[in-house]
Protein backbone atom coordinates (compact mmCIF):
# COMPACT_ATOMS: atom_id res chain seq x y z
CA UNK A 1 0.00 0.00 0.00
CA UNK A 2 1.65 3.60 -0.81
CA UNK A 3 2.03 6.14 1.73
CA UNK A 4 -1.57 7.91 3.03
CA UNK A 5 -1.40 11.46 1.99
CA UNK A 6 -3.32 14.45 2.72
CA UNK A 7 -6.45 14.71 0.54
CA UNK A 8 -6.30 18.46 0.04
CA UNK A 9 -3.64 20.96 -1.02
CA UNK A 10 -2.91 23.90 0.66
CA UNK A 11 -3.87 27.87 -1.16
CA UNK A 12 -3.54 29.69 2.57
CA UNK A 13 -0.86 28.80 4.75
CA UNK A 14 0.08 31.01 8.19
CA UNK A 15 3.63 31.63 9.16
CA UNK A 16 4.63 29.29 12.46
CA UNK A 17 6.54 31.47 14.68
CA UNK A 18 9.65 30.41 16.33
CA UNK A 19 10.96 30.67 19.85
CA UNK A 20 13.87 29.46 21.63
CA UNK A 21 14.09 27.01 24.79
CA UNK A 22 15.50 29.37 27.14
CA UNK A 23 12.69 32.09 25.25
CA UNK A 24 10.05 28.87 26.37
CA UNK A 25 11.10 28.63 30.12
CA UNK A 26 10.01 32.33 30.63
CA UNK A 27 7.22 31.93 28.76
CA UNK A 28 5.69 28.96 30.63
CA UNK A 29 6.72 30.61 33.87
CA UNK A 30 5.20 33.98 33.09
CA UNK A 31 2.07 31.64 32.47
CA UNK A 32 2.22 30.08 35.78
CA UNK A 33 2.92 26.85 34.18
CA UNK A 34 -0.06 26.09 32.73
CA UNK A 35 -0.28 26.59 28.59
CA UNK A 36 -4.08 27.62 28.39
CA UNK A 37 -2.74 31.07 30.06
CA UNK A 38 0.60 31.11 27.15
CA UNK A 39 -0.10 33.70 23.95
CA UNK A 40 -1.20 31.47 21.15
CA UNK A 41 2.01 33.14 19.25
CA UNK A 42 4.45 31.83 21.30
CA UNK A 43 3.50 28.38 20.48
CA UNK A 44 4.80 26.90 17.82
CA UNK A 45 2.84 23.53 17.08
CA UNK A 46 -0.37 24.14 18.67
CA UNK A 47 -2.13 20.67 19.81
CA UNK A 48 -3.93 21.90 22.87
CA UNK A 49 -7.12 21.14 21.33
CA UNK A 50 -8.93 19.79 18.38
CA UNK A 51 -12.16 22.28 18.76
CA UNK A 52 -12.41 25.67 16.74
CA UNK A 53 -9.15 24.99 15.04
CA UNK A 54 -9.67 22.95 12.08
CA UNK A 55 -9.20 24.53 8.44
CA UNK A 56 -11.65 24.91 6.47
CA UNK A 57 -12.49 24.36 2.61
CA UNK A 58 -12.44 26.72 0.07
CA UNK A 59 -16.17 25.58 0.08
CA UNK A 60 -16.87 26.42 3.05
CA UNK A 61 -15.06 30.25 2.54
CA UNK A 62 -17.04 30.42 -0.17
CA UNK A 63 -20.24 29.62 2.31
CA UNK A 64 -19.51 32.38 4.63
CA UNK A 65 -19.17 34.49 1.46
CA UNK A 66 -22.86 33.26 0.67
CA UNK A 67 -24.34 33.31 4.17
CA UNK A 68 -27.54 35.26 4.50
CA UNK A 69 -27.38 37.72 7.89
CA UNK A 70 -31.44 37.60 8.01
CA UNK A 71 -32.29 38.18 11.71
CA UNK A 72 -35.37 35.28 10.99
CA UNK A 73 -35.67 32.85 8.76
CA UNK A 74 -32.36 32.53 7.12
CA UNK A 75 -31.66 30.84 3.92
CA UNK A 76 -28.26 29.75 5.63
CA UNK A 77 -30.78 28.37 8.94
CA UNK A 78 -32.73 26.13 6.86
CA UNK A 79 -29.45 24.77 5.00
CA UNK A 80 -28.08 24.10 8.23
CA UNK A 81 -31.75 22.23 9.49
CA UNK A 82 -32.29 20.30 6.73
CA UNK A 83 -28.24 18.60 6.59
CA UNK A 84 -28.90 17.94 10.71
CA UNK A 85 -31.99 16.59 10.06
CA UNK A 86 -30.81 14.29 7.55
CA UNK A 87 -28.00 13.23 9.23
CA UNK A 88 -29.74 12.24 12.41
CA UNK A 89 -33.13 11.84 11.44
CA UNK A 90 -34.04 14.33 14.34
CA UNK A 91 -36.81 16.97 13.46
CA UNK A 92 -35.83 19.51 15.70
CA UNK A 93 -32.67 21.28 15.23
CA UNK A 94 -31.60 24.27 17.53
CA UNK A 95 -28.49 26.36 16.54
CA UNK A 96 -26.58 27.16 19.38
CA UNK A 97 -22.83 29.44 19.42
CA UNK A 98 -20.87 26.01 20.95
CA UNK A 99 -21.14 22.31 22.37
CA UNK A 100 -21.76 23.87 25.97
CA UNK A 101 -24.30 26.37 24.90
CA UNK A 102 -26.56 23.29 23.53
CA UNK A 103 -25.77 21.39 27.27
CA UNK A 104 -26.10 24.38 29.53
CA UNK A 105 -29.85 24.52 28.00
CA UNK A 106 -30.60 20.94 27.94
CA UNK A 107 -29.37 20.47 31.27
CA UNK A 108 -31.22 23.52 32.80
CA UNK A 109 -34.25 22.04 31.46
CA UNK A 110 -33.80 18.24 32.26
CA UNK A 111 -31.10 18.36 35.30
CA UNK A 112 -31.32 19.83 39.08
CA UNK A 113 -31.18 18.35 42.51
CA UNK A 114 -31.47 14.98 43.10
CA UNK A 115 -31.26 13.51 39.42
CA UNK A 116 -28.22 11.93 37.84
CA UNK A 117 -27.03 12.19 34.67
CA UNK A 118 -25.36 8.75 32.72
CA UNK A 119 -22.81 8.47 30.21
CA UNK A 120 -19.75 6.14 29.53
CA UNK A 121 -17.81 9.87 30.29
CA UNK A 122 -18.85 13.02 30.09
CA UNK A 123 -16.55 15.85 29.06
CA UNK A 124 -15.60 18.51 31.33
CA UNK A 125 -18.28 20.77 29.99
CA UNK A 126 -20.87 18.45 30.10
CA UNK A 127 -20.35 17.01 33.40
CA UNK A 128 -19.52 20.56 34.99
CA UNK A 129 -23.30 22.25 32.98
CA UNK A 130 -24.96 18.77 35.35
CA UNK A 131 -23.47 19.63 38.01
CA UNK A 132 -24.26 23.82 37.65
CA UNK A 133 -28.02 22.71 37.57
CA UNK A 134 -27.24 20.64 40.94
CA UNK A 135 -27.41 17.45 38.79
CA UNK A 136 -24.91 14.53 39.59
CA UNK A 137 -23.17 13.35 36.70
CA UNK A 138 -22.20 9.44 36.83
CA UNK A 139 -19.93 7.93 34.15
CA UNK A 140 -20.10 3.72 33.98
CA UNK A 141 -17.06 3.17 31.10
CA UNK A 142 -16.34 -0.38 30.39
CA UNK A 143 -13.48 -2.53 32.62
CA UNK A 144 -11.02 -2.08 28.95
CA UNK A 145 -11.50 1.66 28.60
CA UNK A 146 -10.04 2.31 32.63
CA UNK A 147 -6.63 0.51 31.48
CA UNK A 148 -4.84 3.28 28.70
CA UNK A 149 -2.13 0.74 27.52
CA UNK A 150 -4.74 -2.63 26.73
CA UNK A 151 -5.37 -2.04 23.45
CA UNK A 152 -9.06 -3.25 22.65
CA UNK A 153 -11.28 -1.84 20.00
CA UNK A 154 -13.96 0.15 21.36
CA UNK A 155 -12.47 1.51 24.94
CA UNK A 156 -15.41 3.66 24.85
CA UNK A 157 -17.82 1.96 25.38
CA UNK A 158 -20.44 2.54 28.03
CA UNK A 159 -20.71 -0.28 30.89
CA UNK A 160 -24.28 -1.45 30.25
CA UNK A 161 -24.67 -4.05 33.10
CA UNK A 162 -22.87 -1.50 35.87
CA UNK A 163 -25.77 1.33 34.49
CA UNK A 164 -28.68 -1.22 34.54
CA UNK A 165 -28.06 -1.87 38.14
CA UNK A 166 -27.53 2.07 39.03
CA UNK A 167 -31.24 2.78 37.34
CA UNK A 168 -32.29 -0.11 39.82
CA UNK A 169 -30.71 1.47 42.69
CA UNK A 170 -31.65 4.82 42.36
CA UNK A 171 -34.69 4.68 40.15
CA UNK A 172 -35.28 5.51 36.77
CA UNK A 173 -37.88 8.90 37.80
CA UNK A 174 -34.14 9.83 39.16
CA UNK A 175 -32.26 9.56 36.02
CA UNK A 176 -33.95 12.02 33.46
CA UNK A 177 -31.26 11.03 30.59
CA UNK A 178 -28.54 9.27 29.43
CA UNK A 179 -25.86 10.52 27.21
CA UNK A 180 -23.00 8.74 25.16
CA UNK A 181 -20.17 10.38 23.93
CA UNK A 182 -18.91 9.52 20.35
CA UNK A 183 -15.93 9.37 20.47
CA UNK A 184 -15.32 9.40 24.26
CA UNK A 185 -13.11 12.23 24.25
CA UNK A 186 -12.11 12.24 28.41
CA UNK A 187 -11.46 8.32 28.11
CA UNK A 188 -8.90 8.90 25.24
CA UNK A 189 -10.95 9.30 22.33
CA UNK A 190 -11.78 5.77 22.15
CA UNK A 191 -14.74 4.58 19.65
CA UNK A 192 -18.20 3.37 21.10
CA UNK A 193 -19.49 0.25 18.84
CA UNK A 194 -22.58 0.11 17.22
CA UNK A 195 -23.38 -3.20 19.80
CA UNK A 196 -22.98 -0.92 22.68
CA UNK A 197 -24.94 2.00 21.43
CA UNK A 198 -27.33 -0.80 20.63
CA UNK A 199 -27.39 -2.47 23.85
CA UNK A 200 -27.67 0.98 25.49
CA UNK A 201 -30.23 2.46 23.50
CA UNK A 202 -31.95 -1.25 24.99
CA UNK A 203 -31.23 -0.51 29.16
CA UNK A 204 -32.91 3.31 27.86
CA UNK A 205 -35.92 1.94 26.69
CA UNK A 206 -36.84 -0.51 28.89
CA UNK A 207 -36.92 2.17 31.91
CA UNK A 208 -38.10 4.88 29.44
CA UNK A 209 -34.49 6.85 29.97
CA UNK A 210 -33.92 9.03 26.66
CA UNK A 211 -30.40 8.25 25.09
CA UNK A 212 -28.59 11.52 24.04
CA UNK A 213 -25.84 11.14 21.74
CA UNK A 214 -22.84 13.86 22.36
CA UNK A 215 -22.06 14.19 18.93
CA UNK A 216 -18.60 15.55 18.88
CA UNK A 217 -16.78 13.70 16.75
CA UNK A 218 -19.38 11.06 15.28
CA UNK A 219 -17.58 10.52 12.10
CA UNK A 220 -14.59 9.63 13.79
CA UNK A 221 -16.38 7.20 15.46
CA UNK A 222 -18.36 5.95 12.82
CA UNK A 223 -15.18 4.99 10.94
CA UNK A 224 -13.92 3.25 13.67
CA UNK A 225 -16.92 1.21 13.72
CA UNK A 226 -16.34 0.61 9.63
CA UNK A 227 -12.39 -0.18 9.83
CA UNK A 228 -13.53 -2.66 13.46
CA UNK A 229 -16.88 -3.64 13.80
CA UNK A 230 -17.82 -6.59 12.07
CA UNK A 231 -20.27 -6.21 9.31
CA UNK A 232 -19.61 -2.65 8.91
CA UNK A 233 -16.87 -2.79 6.58
CA UNK A 234 -18.67 -2.40 3.50
CA UNK A 235 -21.18 0.14 4.29
CA UNK A 236 -20.37 4.06 3.89
CA UNK A 237 -19.39 6.21 7.32
CA UNK A 238 -22.78 8.32 5.96
CA UNK A 239 -25.08 4.88 6.42
CA UNK A 240 -23.17 3.92 9.59
CA UNK A 241 -23.90 7.67 10.78
CA UNK A 242 -27.72 7.56 10.43
CA UNK A 243 -28.07 4.09 12.11
CA UNK A 244 -25.69 5.47 14.71
CA UNK A 245 -28.31 8.49 14.97
CA UNK A 246 -31.02 6.05 14.62
CA UNK A 247 -31.07 4.80 18.10
CA UNK A 248 -30.73 8.26 20.02
CA UNK A 249 -33.68 10.49 21.03
CA UNK A 250 -31.38 13.77 20.66
CA UNK A 251 -28.17 14.85 20.70
CA UNK A 252 -25.60 18.10 21.46
CA UNK A 253 -22.52 18.72 19.33
CA UNK A 254 -19.75 21.41 18.80
CA UNK A 255 -19.55 22.28 15.61
CA UNK A 256 -15.54 23.00 16.21
CA UNK A 257 -14.42 19.29 16.19
CA UNK A 258 -16.26 16.85 13.18
CA UNK A 259 -17.55 20.11 11.37
CA UNK A 260 -14.75 21.46 10.31
CA UNK A 261 -16.27 25.11 11.86
CA UNK A 262 -14.24 27.51 14.31
CA UNK A 263 -17.50 28.29 16.37
CA UNK A 264 -21.02 26.65 16.04
CA UNK A 265 -23.36 23.79 17.73
CA UNK A 266 -26.63 22.48 18.32
CA UNK A 267 -29.30 20.63 19.84
CA UNK A 268 -31.26 18.37 17.60
CA UNK A 269 -34.29 16.37 19.31
CA UNK A 270 -37.93 14.47 18.53
CA UNK A 271 -39.58 15.40 21.80
CA UNK A 272 -41.59 18.92 21.05
CA UNK A 273 -42.49 19.55 24.29
CA UNK A 274 -38.60 19.61 25.43
CA UNK A 275 -37.43 21.52 22.14
CA UNK A 276 -40.20 24.30 23.00
CA UNK A 277 -38.37 24.56 26.80
CA UNK A 278 -35.12 24.68 25.06
CA UNK A 279 -35.87 27.12 22.87
CA UNK A 280 -37.78 29.38 25.20
CA UNK A 281 -34.10 29.16 27.02
CA UNK A 282 -32.14 29.66 23.79
CA UNK A 283 -34.31 32.81 22.85
CA UNK A 284 -33.38 34.30 27.08
CA UNK A 285 -29.44 33.13 26.89
CA UNK A 286 -28.23 32.53 23.12
CA UNK A 287 -30.92 34.06 20.33
CA UNK A 288 -33.70 33.40 18.41
CA UNK A 289 -34.19 29.94 17.31
CA UNK A 290 -33.10 29.90 13.34
CA UNK A 291 -29.55 31.88 14.39
CA UNK A 292 -29.07 30.66 18.37
CA UNK A 293 -25.92 32.81 19.25
CA UNK A 294 -24.42 32.07 15.46
CA UNK A 295 -23.86 34.44 12.55
CA UNK A 296 -25.69 33.42 9.23
CA UNK A 297 -22.06 32.36 7.33
CA UNK A 298 -21.55 30.20 10.49
CA UNK A 299 -24.44 28.04 10.03
CA UNK A 300 -23.45 27.89 6.34
CA UNK A 301 -20.23 26.74 7.11
CA UNK A 302 -21.72 24.06 9.58
CA UNK A 303 -24.29 22.49 7.47
CA UNK A 304 -21.14 22.07 4.43
CA UNK A 305 -18.77 20.95 6.97
CA UNK A 306 -20.92 18.18 8.01
CA UNK A 307 -21.08 16.25 4.72
CA UNK A 308 -17.27 17.52 4.21
CA UNK A 309 -16.52 15.23 7.06
CA UNK A 310 -17.66 11.91 6.32
CA UNK A 311 -15.72 11.47 3.12
CA UNK A 312 -13.62 8.45 3.52
CA UNK A 313 -10.40 9.70 2.19
CA UNK A 314 -10.67 12.71 4.77
CA UNK A 315 -11.22 10.14 7.48
CA UNK A 316 -8.20 7.37 6.21
CA UNK A 317 -5.84 9.78 6.34
CA UNK A 318 -7.12 11.64 9.75
CA UNK A 319 -7.65 8.41 11.89
CA UNK A 320 -4.18 7.16 10.30
CA UNK A 321 -2.49 10.28 11.45
CA UNK A 322 -2.85 9.94 14.67
CA UNK A 323 -2.06 5.91 14.36
CA UNK A 324 1.27 7.10 12.48
CA UNK A 325 2.41 9.23 16.11
CA UNK A 326 1.40 6.67 18.51
CA UNK A 327 3.19 3.82 16.38
CA UNK A 328 6.19 6.23 16.80
CA UNK A 329 5.65 6.88 20.65
CA UNK A 330 4.84 3.10 21.35
CA UNK A 331 7.92 2.07 19.12
CA UNK A 332 10.28 3.84 21.44
CA UNK A 333 8.63 2.60 24.45
CA UNK A 334 6.80 5.95 25.51
CA UNK A 335 3.41 5.26 27.64
CA UNK A 336 0.38 6.14 25.13
CA UNK A 337 -3.29 5.12 25.33
CA UNK A 338 -3.49 2.46 22.81
CA UNK A 339 -4.87 2.02 20.25
CA UNK A 340 -4.76 5.35 18.92
CA UNK A 341 -7.99 7.41 19.42
CA UNK A 342 -10.20 9.61 16.65
CA UNK A 343 -8.35 13.13 17.36
CA UNK A 344 -5.51 12.68 19.74
CA UNK A 345 -2.53 11.30 20.98
CA UNK A 346 -2.80 10.52 24.70
CA UNK A 347 0.26 9.95 26.91
CA UNK A 348 0.18 8.22 29.91
CA UNK A 349 1.79 10.48 32.21
CA UNK A 350 1.76 8.24 35.13
CA UNK A 351 4.14 6.13 33.33
CA UNK A 352 6.09 8.74 31.91
CA UNK A 353 6.66 9.96 34.89
CA UNK A 354 6.30 7.27 37.88
CA UNK A 355 8.40 9.59 40.32
CA UNK A 356 5.52 12.46 40.48
CA UNK A 357 2.92 11.64 43.18
CA UNK A 358 -0.57 12.13 41.51
CA UNK A 359 -0.75 15.20 44.05
CA UNK A 360 2.03 16.85 41.84
CA UNK A 361 -0.17 16.70 38.77
CA UNK A 362 2.47 14.46 36.60
CA UNK A 363 0.28 15.73 33.06
CA UNK A 364 0.53 19.13 33.94
CA UNK A 365 4.54 18.95 34.33
CA UNK A 366 4.85 17.41 31.10
CA UNK A 367 2.72 19.03 29.17
CA UNK A 368 5.49 22.17 30.51
CA UNK A 369 8.40 19.94 29.41
CA UNK A 370 7.05 19.26 25.75
CA UNK A 371 6.25 23.40 26.01
CA UNK A 372 9.97 24.21 26.58
CA UNK A 373 11.93 21.56 24.79
CA UNK A 374 9.66 22.25 21.45
CA UNK A 375 7.30 24.10 21.55
CA UNK A 376 4.38 22.23 21.45
CA UNK A 377 1.18 22.95 23.43
CA UNK A 378 -0.99 20.06 24.63
CA UNK A 379 -3.31 19.81 27.65
CA UNK A 380 -3.42 17.91 30.73
CA UNK A 381 -6.56 15.19 31.22
CA UNK A 382 -6.12 14.06 34.72
CA UNK A 383 -5.89 15.24 38.04
CA UNK A 384 -5.49 19.06 37.33
CA UNK A 385 -8.76 18.88 35.04
CA UNK A 386 -10.91 16.44 37.31
CA UNK A 387 -9.71 16.16 40.72
CA UNK A 388 -11.56 16.95 43.46
CA UNK A 389 -10.67 17.56 47.58
CA UNK A 390 -12.22 15.29 50.00
CA UNK A 391 -13.41 17.06 53.08
CA UNK A 392 -10.00 17.31 54.34
CA UNK A 393 -8.81 19.08 51.94
CA UNK A 394 -6.82 15.91 50.15
CA UNK A 395 -6.66 15.37 46.71
CA UNK A 396 -9.27 13.00 45.39
CA UNK A 397 -7.41 12.41 42.26
CA UNK A 398 -8.56 11.35 38.43
CA UNK A 399 -9.16 8.17 37.20
CA UNK A 400 -5.95 8.42 35.18
CA UNK A 401 -3.37 10.88 34.77
CA UNK A 402 -3.15 11.87 30.72
CA UNK A 403 -1.49 14.36 28.14
CA UNK A 404 -3.44 15.01 25.31
CA UNK A 405 -1.80 16.13 21.86
CA UNK A 406 -5.20 17.10 20.01
CA UNK A 407 -4.47 17.08 16.09
CA UNK A 408 -6.21 20.13 14.56
CA UNK A 409 -8.15 18.53 11.39
CA UNK A 410 -6.07 19.43 8.26
CA UNK A 411 -3.73 21.73 9.72
CA UNK A 412 -0.29 19.99 9.96
CA UNK A 413 1.18 18.03 7.53
CA UNK A 414 3.20 14.62 8.28
CA UNK A 415 6.42 16.35 9.08
CA UNK A 416 5.29 18.55 11.73
CA UNK A 417 3.80 14.92 12.97
CA UNK A 418 7.84 13.63 12.79
CA UNK A 419 8.61 16.58 14.88
CA UNK A 420 5.97 16.44 17.26
CA UNK A 421 7.57 12.70 17.46
CA UNK A 422 11.17 13.61 17.94
CA UNK A 423 10.32 16.64 20.82
CA UNK A 424 8.40 13.49 22.78
CA UNK A 425 11.43 11.22 22.50
CA UNK A 426 13.70 13.91 23.81
CA UNK A 427 11.56 14.59 26.64
CA UNK A 428 11.34 11.24 27.26
CA UNK A 429 14.92 10.94 27.59
CA UNK A 430 15.20 13.47 29.60
CA UNK A 431 12.40 12.62 32.31
CA UNK A 432 13.65 11.71 35.08
CA UNK A 433 15.03 15.55 35.23
CA UNK A 434 10.90 16.70 35.06
CA UNK A 435 9.46 17.76 38.79
CA UNK A 436 6.22 18.14 39.63
CA UNK A 437 3.66 21.14 40.11
CA UNK A 438 1.44 22.66 42.98
CA UNK A 439 -1.33 24.77 42.63
CA UNK A 440 -0.96 28.36 44.00
CA UNK A 441 -4.56 29.42 42.42
CA UNK A 442 -7.69 28.09 41.23
CA UNK A 443 -11.14 28.57 40.56
CA UNK A 444 -13.97 26.31 41.98
CA UNK A 445 -15.23 25.12 38.63
CA UNK A 446 -12.86 24.24 35.50
CA UNK A 447 -10.05 25.32 37.13
CA UNK A 448 -7.47 23.85 34.91
CA UNK A 449 -8.68 26.54 32.65
CA UNK A 450 -7.00 29.03 34.91
CA UNK A 451 -5.34 27.99 37.67
CA UNK A 452 -2.04 29.17 38.43
CA UNK A 453 1.04 26.77 39.40
CA UNK A 454 4.91 26.25 40.44
CA UNK A 455 7.17 23.89 40.01
CA UNK A 456 7.85 21.97 43.65
N1 LIG B 1 -18.40 17.39 24.40
C1 LIG B 1 -17.19 16.92 24.08
C2 LIG B 1 -16.98 15.45 23.93
C3 LIG B 1 -16.14 17.82 23.85
O1 LIG B 1 -14.95 17.33 23.50
C4 LIG B 1 -16.37 19.21 23.97
C5 LIG B 1 -15.31 20.17 23.78
C6 LIG B 1 -17.66 19.65 24.31
C7 LIG B 1 -18.65 18.71 24.51
C8 LIG B 1 -18.00 21.12 24.47
O2 LIG B 1 -18.00 21.76 23.26
O3 LIG B 1 -16.14 23.44 23.39
O4 LIG B 1 -17.98 23.67 21.72
O5 LIG B 1 -18.41 24.07 24.11
N2 LIG B 1 -14.11 19.85 23.76
C9 LIG B 1 -12.99 20.72 23.51
C10 LIG B 1 -11.73 19.93 23.63
C11 LIG B 1 -12.98 21.97 24.32
O6 LIG B 1 -10.64 20.52 23.63
O7 LIG B 1 -11.79 18.70 23.68
P1 LIG B 1 -17.60 23.32 23.11
Known sequence: MKTIIEPFRIKSVEPLLFTTKEQRKELLQKAFYNPFLLHADDVMIDLLTDSGTSAMSSAQWAGIML???S???S????????TIQQLTGMPLVI??????????????????????????????TTRANIEYSGAEGVDFLCEEGKHPSIPAPFKGNMDVEAFEKFIQEKGAANIPLCMVTVTNNSGGGQPVSMANIKAVKAVCSKYSIPLFIDACRFAENCYFIKLREEGYSDKSVESIAHELFSYADGCTMSAKKDAFANIGG???MYNVELAKQCRNLLVITEGFPTYGGLAGRDLEAIAIGLNEVMDEHYLQYRIRSIEYLTEKLVAAGVPVMQPAGGHAVYLDAKAFLPHVPVDQYPGQ?????LYVEGGIRSVEIGSLMFGKYDADGKLIPAMMELVRLAIPRRVYTQSHIDYVAEVILEVFEKRNQIRGLEIVEEAPALRHFTAKLKPL
Open 75 to 82: KSFYHFES
Open 71 to 73: YAG
Open 266 to 268: FLA
Open 365 to 369: ALIGA
Open 95 to 124: PTHQGRASEKILFSIVGGKGKYIVSNTLFD
Open 67 to 69: GDE
